[in-house]
Nanobody, 122 residues
Framework: EVQLVESGGGLVQPGGSLRLTCAGS????????IGWFRQAPGKEREGVSC????????YFADSVKGRFSSSSDNVKNTVYLIIYSLKPEDTAVYYC???????????????WGQGTQVTVSS
């Protein structure tokens, strides 16, 4: 059974940092692209990052470049999204998803986690 489970979200003050975890099972991350998406209430889903299992490269949306970083543990089928200098506008539910490649549109991603809530507030 293929599963993706996000964790690491929570309440943090502006300027703080968080590390989000996407843990996969039932497949090998090296065969997929792992994308991170977020959705705030009343807003459209936004892709913020993607890790390519085949190349080891990470990509970031212009809106988060310089504040977001990524790492991976292929043995554990786990990827991490590290967010620095958190802003209130980063508040959203963050999802990870597995798809064929980082250039794929969101609807081509096959598997999605349940999401983890990130709330940035003083």
């Amino acid at each position: 059974e293929v599963q993706l489970v996000e964790s690491g979200g929570g309440l943090v003050q502006p300027g703080g940092s968080l590390r989000l975890t996407c843990a996969g099972s039932g497949f090998t991350f090296g065969d997929y692209a792992i994308g991170w998406f977020r959705q705030a209430p009343g807003k459209e889903r936004e892709g913020v990052s993607c890790f390519s299992g085949s190349t080891g490269r990470s990509y970031f949306a212009d809106s988060v470049k310089g504040r977001f970083s990524s790492s991976s543990d292929n043995v554990k089928n786990t990827v991490y999204l590290i967010i620095y200098s958190l802003k209130p506008e980063d508040t959203a539910v963050y999802y990870c998803a597995a798809g064929p490649k980082c250039s794929s549109p969101p609807y081509e991603y096959d598997y999605w986690g349940q999401g983890t809530q990130v709330t940035v507030s003083s």
